[in-house]
């Protein structure tokens, strides 16, 4: 068995090379929905914001002469950088054109001096193609857009170009007082990939390094330490290294599965190595002890790990692929982890172990630690049956009042929240949400019925009625489209279509793709929104979509849609969150069901229900007191932790079970149980509570929030196991027995 271990880890480890990061922001609501298929559609037809570096640089003497200098140089160098395809920049700008000839530049060659160049500066501050899209108001911030080749944001020379433009920006901008900071999808990307890869390894070093150790201050042994520590270790490399044959691609929520795998299997391999070593010191032989101890607590491991399953696919309801995959890579990795760690804890225990019986000897006469946690669990077994009808109907009004303020949680969703908090992006991205509207773009698709002209005076006309629409709504700025240069020519007396299309020509092509589709049958008109939650940018959504429902109807042949990831999130994240949330009430039942039927006792079914549910609805409630939302991270670590928390409770009713004597009264079996189990379940939760509490340490949001909430379930679940679970049962077994 040991060599076919060794083999599989080296397979694995090939399986582990090949896993890679999914770090597109479309990923949370990435279905086959026809309107994401019509956002991937627009991204297609117009590769814009999906690929473009937006640097941000500020400064109160950002217009100052030297400052100025400076930025045209950064923007020619940023052009000579390879995988970028084009630049939009404050030098982009044109002067209106004169006597039908090629727009000049609005900022010469040579800048000028003195009054002139105050002269200039009043120009660029009135210049209505830049105001307020590339300038702030103030003048004191400016937005460059450099767009990036699909290529590179697609592959692994990304880091390299993004590296080489910020070297670029930190080398051409030196002077002080200016900053600069980098935005848009391709660094959140980049940041993105840096932090699952970065956190990889924080979780596999610090949280086996935390269980290594609580194993070691309580088993007091080498030996059992690598016993209880060895198989979570091997099930994290056989599980990662499975997900990486099998195709799966690391992501904010599958990035958890490390913690995740470590938690399932270290309580596991704690259960059986605690039962193991109580059996040695009872004087059994070692054979013996591995043995008894597998099949006195094997049946439980096999009966928390399928909750944990059923946990997991629940999130099989969810609309997102990425949720969706996130709960067919934990179904696959909880298999593999039961597995593991049924196989090698026996294994290691017959290879390892020696001298077991001095080591009884040892344990009978300094047994501190343990001793120490078996009075715990005995003094509160004691407390909870004396009054078993007092302590379930307070539990029950607990619950009840704990379900009322969880049923007050409003779903939560910001893009903010799925990157790097701690990185450039973000911070940039809130400089622009201040000075330019937003940073996240927000688009209208225009698409003109077959045979229609795109620089026909109709197309126009629904042109412009849209960008008009768009420009008013409130909460929406920084528009642009066709309309946007037809404006400006008219401004210099040249409202024809002839000269539009001449102008437009002259655009260079990465321009002009921003807003017309290839074949010229599609348009886009793109504004900017500030990156606040979902539930404030639906209102904005809907009555920018119901606004244009005038246009429609005027002109049915045009097909006008409100399209973009914004969009999206702000249409569906509630929904999804809701959904998920459904889906773990009516998991509620289900798993309680499921329980009762492997213990085939309908009191068994009832009895899990309370410190079933209390774990998730006193999480809830602290979502609520602390004013965070149901968010997908939280939905996704309260209906894990659902199934992770019932570990405690199986744990429990199983030895119950074999405890339990029908003619005697119940209050000894649930004493006695308590102190057989009560030690390992408390080790075990504290080992789960570290193991999730080590994603506090990510630099992703989404990751932090899972990671702690999930921790603070655990130890609900502890609570509930001690103080709900045990009166619960004693409570109904006497009454049952008395009916």
């Not at 904010?252 to 938690?263: D, E, G, K, Q, S």
Request: charged share 20%.
């Amino acid at each position: 068995m040991a060599l076919l271990t060794l083999a599989l880890v080296i397979v694995a480890g090939f399986g582990f090379a090949r896993l890679k990061v999914d770090d597109s922001l479309s990923q949370l609501f990435r279905s086959n929905s026809r309107e994401f298929k019509q956002y991937e559609d627009v991204t297609r037809r117009f590769p814009s914001s999906e690929f473009d570096v937006l640097i941000v640089v500020e400064g109160k003497q950002l217009l100052a002469r030297e400052s100025l200098e400076r930025l045209r140089d950064l923007v020619t160098d940023l052009q000579l950088i390879d995988g970028t395809r084009g630049i939009i920049s404050i030098f982009s700008a044109r002067r209106p054109p004169e006597n039908g000839g090629t727009p000049a530049p609005l900022f010469p060659g040579e800048l000028p001096e003195g009054a002139a160049y105050s002269d200039l500066i009043k120009q660029v501050m009135e210049n209505k193609i830049i105001r307020g899209k590339l300038l702030s108001e103030d003048g004191q911030l400016t937005l460059i857009v450099l767009a990036l080749d699909q290529t590179v944001t697609e592959g692994r020379g990304l880091r390299d170009v993004i590296g080489e433009i910020r070297r670029t920006v930190a080398d051409a901008l030196g002077a002080p007082g200016v900053t600069a900071a980098l935005s848009g999808v391709p660094v959140m990307q980049l940041e993105i990939r840096e932090a699952v890869e970065r956190d990889r390894l924080v979780y596999n070093s610090i949280g086996f390094a935390g269980g290594c150790l609580i194993a070691i201050l309580f088993f007091r042994r080498v030996s059992f330490m690598i016993i209880a520590a060895a198989p979570p270790l091997i099930a994290i490399l056989l599980a990662l290294g499975a997900l990486g044959w099998l195709g799966f691609r690391l992501n904010m929520f599958l990035n958890v599965m490390t913690p995740l795998i470590m938690v399932i299997s270290f309580s596991d391999s704690m259960q059986l190595t605690f039962a193991a070593r109580d059996r040695l010191i009872a004087g059994e032989t070692k054979r013996d002890a591995l043995r008894n101890a597998l099949l006195t607590v094997g049946p439980a491991c096999v009966l928390t790990h399928a909750t944990a399953a059923l946990s997991f696919l629940a999130l099989q309801f969810s609309n997102s692929d990425l949720i969706r995959a996130f709960g067919r890579a934990g179904l696959i990795a909880t298999i593999i982890a039961l597995v593991t760690v049924l196989v090698l804890a026996p294994m290691l225990g017959m290879l390892l172990l020696r001298g077991e019986a001095a080591f009884a000897e040892s344990a009978r006469r300094a047994d501190m630690g343990v001793e120490t946690l078996r009075r715990f669990c005995a003094w509160i077994a004691a407390r909870m049956v004396r009054r078993p009808g007092l302590y379930s109907l307070l539990a029950l009004l607990t619950v009840a009042g704990l379900g009322v303020v969880y049923a007050q949680l409003q779903p939560r969703y910001r893009l903010a929240d799925q990157v790097p908090d701690k990185r450039q992006a973000v911070e940039a991205g809130g400089r622009l949400d201040a000075k330019l509207a937003g940073a996240n773009p927000i688009d209208v698709l225009i698409e003109l019925p077959h045979g229609a002209r795109l620089y026909s005076d109709e197309a126009l006309g629904v042109i412009g009625a849209v960008h008009s629409i768009v420009e008013k709504q409130a909460g929406v700025g920084n528009v642009w489209s066709l309309e946007t240069l037809r404006r400006w020519l008219a401004a210099a007396g040249h409202a024809d279509a002839a000269t539009l299309r001449q102008y437009v020509d002259l655009l260079p092509e990465h321009l002009t793709r921003r807003f017309i589709d290839a074949t010229q049958d599609a348009v886009v008109v793109s504004g900017r929104i500030p990156d606040v939650d979902a539930s404030r940018l639906l209102p904005v959504i809907d009555a920018l979509d119901k606004s244009l429902d005038a246009v429609r109807a005027s002109r049915p042949g045009y097909k006008i849609s409100v399209t973009g990831l914004s969009a999206i999130a702000a249409r569906n994240s509630a929904k999804m969150i809701q959904k998920l949330s459904l889906g773990l009430t009516v998991e509620f039942v289900f798993v309680a069901a499921f329980i009762g039927l492997a213990f085939r006792s309908f009191i068994v079914m009832l009895v899990s229900i309370l410190p079933g549910i209390f774990p998730v609805l006193a999480s809830g409630a602290l979502l609520e007191a602390t004013g965070l939302g149901l968010q997908f991270a939280s939905v996704v670590a309260l209906t894990v932790s659902f199934g992770l928390g019932l570990s405690a409770t199986i744990h429990f009713l199983n030895r119950l079970r074999l405890e339990d004597n029908p003619r005697a009264d119940p209050a000894v079996a649930v004493e006695r149980a308590t102190v057989l189990v009560g030690p390992a379940l408390i080790l075990t939760t504290l080992v789960l509570a570290c193991g999730l509490a080590v994603t506090v340490l990510s630099d992703l949001p989404s990751l932090r929030l899972f990671g702690w909430l999930s921790a603070f379930a655990m130890v609900a679940a502890l609570v509930a196991d001690l103080l709900i679970l045990r009166p619960t049962a004693m409570f109904l077994r006497r009454t049952a027995r008395r009916g």
